[in-house]
């Protein structure tokens, strides 16, 4: 079966510049994350979707960052004004709701680069 | 709040030797998961193995294995006859059963197999 899609896989822009990732996660796989791997730490999860609705953001920058998962399958995330700390890969993972461990299958990435 | 901490930024070992790495972690539910990903260069996370905290026997995936002690709130992963591919980024990862369902990720070790 296809594997979680992400593009970009690489952007580079400028501070204050807007961005955008898309995510299209495995078929029939109900949940998607959204994580933020900065260089040298381990991904830290930004926000999670059950189907269309939004189960934990509590560690979304609301003030410039947003995510959205029209119709429960695609998802964007959207980085408007950007700062430089937002330098990171941004992984999506998606995971079938209900299965025994509900394991995360990840995308390969969108490596962001702020100037 | 769950906590994970991987003490080794870096190891290194000889082809077909065994390698441990390091994982502790802190929470305070009863019944949670842990995990081990392999992040190899430029390519995307993968599962290498899992445990359930109820679970006393230790979780073995061919030549990965875990040692996990509960009550020193330990988990480490044991790689024997370590090969060339086995070289990439090593995330420990807990996450609780029920509720939000994020992963949790230490630092990640830099493993490097050497021929």
């Known amino acids: 079966e296809a594997g979680v899609a992400q593009s970009p896989r690489y952007k580079i822009i400028e501070k204050r510049q807007s961005v955008a990732f898309w995510c299209n996660p495995i078929?029939?796989?109900?949940?998607l994350y959204w994580y933020q791997q900065i260089l040298g730490q381990g991904p830290k999860l930004l926000i999670q979707?059950?189907?269309?609705?939004?189960?934990?953001d509590s560690q979304l920058p609301k003030d410039r960052f947003s995510a959205e998962r029209l119709k429960g399958v695609d998802s964007t995330l959207k980085i408007q004004p950007a700062k430089l700390e937002d330098s990171a890969v941004y992984l999506c993972?998606?995971?079938?709701?209900?299965?025994?461990?509900?394991?995360?299958?990840f995308g390969p990435g969108t490596r962001l680069t702020v100037l | 709040a769950q906590t994970v901490t991987q003490s080794q930024p870096e190891m290194s070992v000889q082809e077909a030797e065994t390698v441990t790495l390091s994982c502790t972690y802190d929470?305070?539910?009863?019944?949670?998961?842990l995990f081990w990903y392999k992040q190899p260069p430029s390519r995307q996370m993968i599962l290498v193995i899992r445990?359930?905290?109820?679970?006393?026997q230790n979780a073995t995936e061919n030549r990965f294995s875990v040692n996990f002690q509960k009550a020193a709130k330990s988990f480490s992963l044991k790689i024997s006859d370590s090969q060339l591919g086995d070289t990439a980024m090593y995330f420990c990862?807990?996450?609780?059963?029920?509720?939000?369902?994020?992963?949790?990720f230490g630092k990640g070790t830099k493993l490097t197999v050497n021929p």
């Open positions: 979707f059950q189907n269309n609705g939004v189960v934990d």
């Open positions: 990862a807990s996450r609780s059963e029920g509720g939000s369902e994020k992963l949790v």
């Open positions: 445990q359930e905290a109820y679970k006393q």
């Open positions: 078929s029939g796989h109900a949940t």
């Open positions: 993972a998606s995971s079938f709701y209900g299965s025994a461990y509900n394991e995360q299958f």
């Open positions: 929470t305070s539910e009863n019944n949670y998961y």
